[in-house]
C-alpha cells in the first residue's frame, strides 16, 4: 500500500449493486453496477432464468453531469459516475427504462434497447412518471409540464415568468441536505392528481461561490438559509388534471415550518407531514381532494428534537407506517386516519430503515440494530401479532431491496469487517434464489487488517464503542495515537462493515507505526435518544469528553504514547479536530481538520437550530460552537483542507479562521483545493490530499514522511 493507494477509486472490493428496482411483476430485477472503475452502466437480471445481462452502457455518456445533477450528487454523497440514476415506466403492459444522464433524460425500451422519448435537450432539470397514466412529469425553471410518453404536445400544469429564487416541483436546499427530502413532486397512483411544491427562496440572500477554471471562472449563486435567517418560503398546490385547474392546500403549520413529508394514499388521499422551526414537533395531516378538507390526524411530539422517519409507506387502507422515538428509539409505528398510533416494535434497539411490506399487508420488513448497535439484520413483525422474525443471517450490515409482487423477492446486501459485498436473492419466505456473481473477497485476501473492535465503559454504565486499527507487528506500548473522529449527530462511524476495513487512511497509517482510534461519542446516532441527547445546547463538549476518555483509555490498557496524540476529521470531524486542537491543546500534538465549521452561525438553518436552538434565544450555545474563540489556546500543529467552492460548508469558515489567527503566531496551515465541493473527487485531487494529510501527521507524531508511491 502507498499514498496514491489512498487515491484510487473505486476502493477495494466496493463494487457494489447500486439503485436495484423490480419490475411491477417481480420477473426482473434491475440495478447499476461499475461495470468499469466508477462508472456505472445498467443490468438486468431475469429472475427466473438467471440470464443477467447489460442494458445500458455507461460508455455511452459523453457530457460532463449538469450543474443540478452535481448538486444532486453533493446532497446525496453519490461518488458514482457514469449512469446517474434510472427508474421503471409501467405502460400498457411494458416495462420501459427512465434514464438520467448526468442530469439529462430519456426514456428507453430495455427489450430492444431502443430509445422511445430522447429528452437531452429539452432542459429538464427532473423527471418524474406520472402515477400509472402514460406520461412523465418534467421540471425546468419555469414550470412544470405533462409529456406523453408515445408523441402528443407537452402541457404545462404550471408554468410563470422565471423569477429569482421562485421555483416549482423542488425541494429547498435544507429540506434536501437536512431533512432528507429530495423532491417536491409527488403523483397519485393513477397520475390524475399531482401534488408539488412552490419554493420561494427569494428572502434568502445570495451567496457567491466563484469557480475558478484556470482559464476563467463561473459564478454560482446560492440561497443559504444561515442559522437565525430566514427559510424558503414554501406552499404545497394540487394538480387536477380531469380539470387542469390547480388548488393551494392552506397548511396553517407550515407557515414558520418545514414540509417534512408527503405521501399519496392507494384511493389518492394526501398524507402531509410538517416538522416545526423547532423541529421538536411533527403535525401530520390528511388532505382529502374530493371534499378540499385538511384534517389534523397526529401531532407527533419528541424531546429534545425529532429526527425524521426516512421512509414512509401507506397501505392500501389509507394508514401509514413509519418510525417514530417517541418510546426513546427509533420503532416501527402505524398510524390510522383517526389519529390511533399503535407502536409495532419495541426495545431498546433502533429500526434504521423501513423497508417494506408484503403483497398481502400481513408484513412489515424493516433493517435494525436488535443483534447488535454494530450490526444491521433483516428483520420481519407480523402486523397482527407483532411477532418479529430474523431474515438474514451473515452476521455484519445488511442492506435490503423488496418486490412484493408475485412470490416476492428480496435483495440482501451483506458485508463485514472480514469479507467484502455480497448480494443473493432471497424469496420472502426466506428460500435462496440466486448469488449475483460479483466480486467478494476477504481482507486477508488482499492483505488487511481488519479493525478490532472494543468497548469503552463510563461512569454512568453507558457503553462507548470503538475500533482500533493496529500497527502490522501488534505492538501498541510507545506507539503514537491518532483519532480519526466525525463525532456529530446523525452519524455512526462504528459498525460492522466493509468500509472500516478499507478505510485506507487508516489503515496506511497504521502500517506506518501509529495505533488508529475511531470511537462514536454520546451525541452519534443509532443509539437512541437519550445517548443522543447529551450534545443539545453543546456542541464539542461531550463529544470531546468522550473522546478523551477513549485516549485515556487507550494510554493506560494499550500503553500508547500520551505525548504523541494527533487527531483528524472531515466537516463535522473538521470542527471536533479544531476543538481538540485548542480547548485541548495540551492532549493532541497535531491535527488536520478537513472542510471544517468553525462557527455555527455560518452553517444551515435546520441543521444547527435542531442541536443548539435559535441563535437570539441560544446566544452561549453559539459562542460555545464558535472555535475563534479558543485559538488562543493552540499550540501544536495544524493543517486545514478546504474546498473552495463547498457549497455546504461554506470557504467563509476557513476565511473567519484565517482572519482569526492573524497576529497570533499559530503554527497553521491551509490546503486550499480549487475545484472541490464538500467532498473531494478525482484522483489528483484525493491525492493531493492523502499526502498531505499522511505525511503531516506522520512528521507532527516523529515520524518519517513518505513518498507518494513509497510501499509499506
Known amino acids: 500500500m502507498s499514498i496514491s493507494s489512498l487515491a484510487i477509486r473505486p476502493l477495494p472490493a466496493s463494487r457494489v449493486v447500486v439503485g436495484p428496482k423490480f419490475d411491477l411483476r417481480g420477473e426482473r430485477l434491475y440495478f447499476m453496477y461499475p461495470k468499469a472503475e466508477t462508472e456505472l452502466s445498467l443490468y438486468c437480471l431475469d429472475i427466473g432464468s438467471k440470464e443477467l445481462s447489460i442494458v445500458f452502457s455507461s460508455s455511452l455518456i459523453e457530457s460532463e453531469p449538469t450543474l443540478e445533477e452535481q448538486l444532486r450528487r453533493e446532497r446525496l454523497r453519490l461518488n458514482w459516475e457514469g ?128 469557480r475558478d477554471t484556470g482559464t476563467g ?28 385547474t390547480i388548488e393551494w392546500i392552506e397548511i396553517p403549520a407550515l407557515r414558520d415550518g418545514y414540509l417534512a413529508r408527503v405521501c399519496f394514499t392507494p384511493s389518492s388521499d394526501l398524507w402531509i407531514a410538517v416538522l416545526n422551526r423547532q ?21 407527533q411530539k419528541e424531546e429534545p428534537w425529532v429526527n425524521l422517519a426516512q421512509n414512509v409507506i401507506s397501505l392500501s387502507s389509507g394508514d401509514l407506517l413509519f418510525t417514530s422515538e417517541e418510546s426513546g428509539f427509533s420503532h416501527l409505528v402505524h398510524l390510522d ?57 451473515e452476521t455484519g450490515t445488511n442492506q435490503a431491496f423488496l418486490s412484493s409482487a408475485g412470490r416476492g423477492h428480496i435483495l440482501l446486501q451483506n458485508s463485514s469487517r472480514e469479507r467484502s459485498f455480497t448480494s443473493t436473492l432471497y424469496t420472502l419466505g426466506g ?65 460492522d462493515s466493509w468500509s472500516m476495513t478499507i478505510d485506507l487512511q487508516a489503515q496506511l497509517l497504521a502500517r506506518a507505526g501509529l495505533v488508529v482510534f475511531k470511537l462514536d461519542n454520546r451525541g452519534s446516532f443509532n443509539r437512541g435518544k437519550s445517548f443522543e441527547a447529551p450534545i443539545r445546547r453543546g456542541f464539542g463538549t461531550v463529544e470531546l469528553s468522550d473522546q478523551i476518555s477513549g485516549i485515556d483509555f487507550l494510554i493506560q ?30 492532549r493532541f500534538k497535531v491535527g488536520v481538520a478537513g472542510a471544517p465549521v468553525v462557527d455555527f452561525a ?50 467563509s469558515n476557513s476565511t473567519k479562521l484565517m482572519s482569526a489567527l492573524e497576529g497570533l503566531g499559530k503554527d497553521v496551515d491551509f490546503l486550499v483545493l480549487p475545484g472541490s465541493r464538500h467532498g473531494p473527487r478525482g484522483y489528483q485531487t484525493l491525492l493531493e490530499v492523502a499526502y498531505r494529510r499522511t505525511n503531516f501527521l506522520l512528521r507532527g507524531l516523529g515520524l518519517e514522511a513518505l513518498g507518494t508511491e513509497e510501499l509499506i
Not at 625 to 649: F, K, P, Q, S
Open 83 to 210: 449512469l446517474s440514476d434510472f427508474d421503471l415506466i409501467e405502460a400498457s403492459g411494458v416495462t420501459y427504462l427512465l434514464l438520467n444522464l448526468g442530469g439529462k433524460f430519456l426514456v428507453a425500451n430495455p427489450a430492444d434497447q431502443s430509445i422511445l422519448l430522447d429528452l437531452t435537450s429539452a432542459g429538464y432539470s427532473a423527471v418524474y412518471q406520472a402515477g400509472s397514466s402514460g406520461f412523465l412529469l418534467g421540471i425546468k425553471k419555469d414550470g412544470i409540464f405533462k409529456i406523453s410518453l408515445f408523441g402528443g404536445e407537452t402541457i404545462a400544469l404550471i408554468e410563470s415568468k422565471y423569477e429569482p429564487g421562485l421555483s416549482y416541483g423542488t425541494a429547498e436546499y435544507v429540506a434536501q441536505e437536512e431533512l432528507d427530502r429530495i423532491e417536491g413532486l409527488w403523483c397519485s397512483p393513477d397520475g390524475q392528481l399531482v401534488a408539488f411544491t412552490e419554493v420561494d427562496e427569494s428572502p434568502i440572500p445570495e451567496f457567491p461561490i466563484v
Open 279 to 299: 423541529q421538536d414537533e411533527v403535525q401530520w395531516y390528511i388532505y382529502t381532494p374530493e371534499d378540499l378538507k385538511l384534517k389534523p390526524v397526529y401531532l
Open 557 to 586: 490498557e494499550l500503553g500508547v504514547d500520551k505525548d504523541r496524540v494527533g487527531i483528524y476529521g472531515w466537516s463535522y470531524g473538521g470542527f471536533m479536530t479544531l476543538m481538540a486542537m485548542t480547548k485541548a491543546a495540551d
Open 337 to 393: 386516519s383517526g389519529g390511533n398510533l399503535r407502536q409495532l416494535t419495541s426495545g431498546e434497539f433502533s429500526v434504521t430503515e423501513l423497508v417494506g411490506v408484503s403483497a398481502d399487508e400481513s408484513k412489515v420488513f424493516f433493517l435494525s440494530t436488535r443483534e447488535s448497535p454494530l450490526e444491521r439484520h433483516l428483520y420481519s413483525v407480523d402486523l397482527d401479532s407483532l411477532s418479529i422474525k430474523k431474515l438474514s443471517v
Open 602 to 651: 455560518l452553517y444551515d438553518t435546520a441543521y444547527t437550530e435542531r442541536y443548539l436552538g435559535l441563535p437570539e434565544e441560544e446566544p452561549d450555545a453559539y459562542r460555545g460552537a464558535d472555535v475563534t474563540r479558543y485559538l488562543d489556546e493552540l499550540c501544536g500543529r495544524l493543517l486545514v483542507i478546504h474546498g473552495l467552492i463547498d457549497e455546504n460548508v461554506h470557504f
Open 431 to 495: 428460500s435462496w434464489v440466486w448469488d449475483l456473481p460479483f466480486e467478494s473477497v476477504t481482507a486477508d485476501s488482499l492483505g488487511l487488517l481488519p479493525p478490532k473492535f472494543m468497548e469503552l465503559p463510563l461512569e454512568d454504565e453507558t457503553v462507548l464503542y470503538g475500533a482500533l486499527y493496529l500497527p502490522s507487528d501488534g505492538a501498541t506500548k510507545g506507539r503514537p495515537l491518532v483519532v480519526s473522529v466525525y463525532g456529530g449527530p446523525r452519524a455512526q462511524t462504528v459498525v
Open 217 to 244: 471562472s463561473e459564478l454560482e449563486n446560492h440561497r443559504y438559509p444561515l442559522a437565525g435567517g430566514n427559510n424558503a418560503s414554501v406552499r404545497l398546490g394540487l394538480y387536477r388534471d380531469s380539470t387542469q
